[in-house]
């Protein structure tokens, strides 16, 4: 046909028609529609034949009404992304590049293909299947001859008429078309959904899981034997039954059980002047005996178990003893009952309270030198909330013996740690 009758028929309502009626168009090398001309690569094409609903021609550098970034989209990136709907996002752009070189190589048509993002290539799908009558990325039609042939597309895609019946013919004329008015009513229309749609959507659920959970919680309280029932008497028969308990049997007959107790935290200096460290804490507080510690050691935590009467007289006690908060999480710190000191005030840099004074007013203060020996000024001047105890200075070669009073300084850390439990809440019941 002549160039002119683009002006008569819109590319993308007769591609809409085109393919609603399932009569694709056809690429060729030329505006002769003959067979010798037809082409199924992109890159040799110039133009795009229709042959239903009526035989039209358009070339395929031709813009349309569909814009992209301020930009009229030409009809070959249209066609191209209609025949490249199915493949996924990273094959189509890679296509889209590859199509654009060949139609620059020698012997190429010419040209390139506007490459759509993921919006507006399913918009127009969209669009071109029928599925949708408006889109926002395509400029409508001007006049009344525009929106009638606009609505006959529509019909022709949704399947309502024929594709030859609302598109307009070779010659010009209009075929029978509904009002333009009210095509406008019905494209402003909500599509109303069924209450399968609307209650239950469009996927069904699988509650299978449901089911087998059920069957497993039946099976256990049809296997549980049912207690003797004695016969009714006549003044127990007339009497009404007590309401069903709101507790399920499975609740009842497990009782919730209490919450485990936090574990208490002692601190231990990591001085190198310190008598008790990471080697030597564990035997000194469990069996009432001082060795030196260890030059080095790679322990980083210990527990030690201690019944303390006053706080638990069933249970013993799990102590948990570090030599660092560093692994410190923020309610770690109202589990430290004690922090064993040398000192040296380096040792509280890292502590939630560094000041001394403030440490020792929430935790207990233990600080362990040689009998005989000087308390160090600065421990004095901490005050009541820090206790000095000493030990018996070790001599090379006895290996422990006649140490029988290192016990007698072990109990009393304990029973000054049970004393600061016990009055900051620590109880059987706590935790």
Request: glycine share 8%; hydrophobic share 40%.
């Amino acid at each position: 046909m002549a160039e002119g009758s683009t002006a008569q028929v819109d590319p993308l309502l007769i591609l809409r028609s085109s393919i609603a009626s399932s009569n694709p168009p056809v690429p060729t090398t030329s505006a002769d529609a003959s067979a010798a001309t037809a082409t199924d690569n992109l890159a040799l094409a110039t133009h795009l034949h229709f042959s239903s609903p009526s035989h039209q021609t358009y070339e395929l550098s031709a813009p349309t009404r569909f814009v992209s970034s301020s930009t009229p989209v030409d009809l070959r990136s249209i066609y191209f992304a209609w025949q490249k709907k199915d493949v996924a996002i990273p094959d189509y752009i890679a296509s889209a590049q590859q199509l654009t070189e060949e139609l620059a190589a020698p012997g190429g048509a010419g040209g390139k293909v506007q490459n759509l993002v993921f919006v507006e290539r399913l918009d127009l799908i969209t669009w071109l299947e029928g599925a949708s009558d408006e889109s926002e990325y395509i400029t409508p039609l001007e006049g009344e001859a525009g929106r009638a042939a606009a609505a006959g597309a529509a019909m022709v895609a949704s399947g309502a008429v024929g594709g030859a019946a609302a598109v307009a013919s070779a010659g010009g004329r209009a075929g029978k078309t509904i009002d333009p008015r009210l095509q406008e009513i019905y494209n402003g229309e909500r599509k109303m959904g069924d209450r399968n749609t609307m209650l239950r959507g469009i996927k069904p659920t699988d509650f299978s899981h449901v089911r087998k959970s059920a069957e497993a919680f039946l099976g256990r309280t049809r296997a549980r034997p049912s207690a003797p029932t004695a016969p009714a008497s006549s003044s127990t028969a007339l009497r009404p039954a007590p309401p069903p308990s709101s507790i399920p049997p499975s609740i009842a007959s497990h009782p919730k059980k209490p919450s485990r107790r936090p574990d208490p935290i002692i601190l231990l200096s990591p001085s190198a002047s310190s008598l008790l460290r990471m080697s030597n804490i564990k035997p000194f507080l469990e069996s009432g005996t001082y060795i030196p510690p260890a030059p080095t050691s790679t322990t980083t935590i210990l527990h030690v178990s201690r019944l303390l009467p006053g706080i638990d007289a069933a249970r013993p006690l799990r102590f948990i003893l570090v030599d660092s908060p560093d692994q410190f999480k923020p309610d770690y710190w109202d589990r430290v009952v004690a922090v064993f000191t040398t000192g040296q005030t380096w040792q509280f840099r890292s502590y939630r309270w560094s000041s001394p004074a403030e440490l020792f007013a929430r935790v207990l203060g233990v600080y362990l030198g040689w009998r005989g020996e000087e308390v160090p000024e600065a421990v004095r001047g901490w005050g009541r909330g820090v206790v000095n105890v000493g030990v018996d200075k070790w001599v090379e070669g006895r290996k422990g013996e006649g140490r029988w009073r290192d016990r007698e300084v072990v109990e009393s850390v304990w029973g000054q740690i049970e004393a600061w439990m016990k009055g900051r809440g620590w109880g059987a019941n706590a935790g």
